[in-house]
Nanobody, 124 residues
Framework: QVQLVESGGGLVQAGGSLRLSCAAS????????MGWFRQTPGKERDIVAA????????YYADSVKGRFTISRDNSKNTVWLQMNSLKPEDTAVYYC?????????????????WGQGTQVTVSS
């Protein structure tokens, strides 16, 4: 079992940056692949970035490649999403998630554990 809590969201101007943090609890954190997802009203929750337990495999949605960076530190039970060059279309609720099925770290349907979400709003 993994419990996740996101933080770091807020209101920023286009072109600005935010760093989201996800604090995980549970002794098995290091066994889980981690992902960041985002969702806007009426739309599906889409993957933004994901990282395997050892950080060797990383996935980014095409829309954020070159702008966002996912990272993790298992010793701190924390995963981050550094978001640079933010655009209004990045506005969404961002969720941290975990899956124990690392082979499918890039697929939303395999994520079992979710944080409460943190709002990111990018003004034009």
């Amino acid at each position: 079992q993994v419990q996740l809590v996101e933080s770091g969201g807020g209101l920023v101007q286009a072109g600005g940056s935010l760093r989201l943090s996800c604090a995980a609890s549970g002794r098995t954190f290091s066994n889980y692949a981690m992902g960041w997802f985002r969702q806007t009203p009426g739309k599906e929750r889409d993957i933004v970035a994901a990282i395997t337990w050892n950080g060797k495999n990383i996935y980014y949605a095409d829309s954020v490649k070159g702008r966002f960076t996912i990272s993790r530190d298992n010793s701190k039970n924390t995963v981050w999403l550094q978001m640079n060059s933010l655009k209004p279309e990045d506005t969404a609720v961002y969720y941290c998630a975990a899956t124990g099925i690392g082979s499918y770290y890039y697929l939303r349907q395999y994520y079992d554990y979710w944080g409460q979400g943190t709002q990111v709003t990018v003004s034009s």
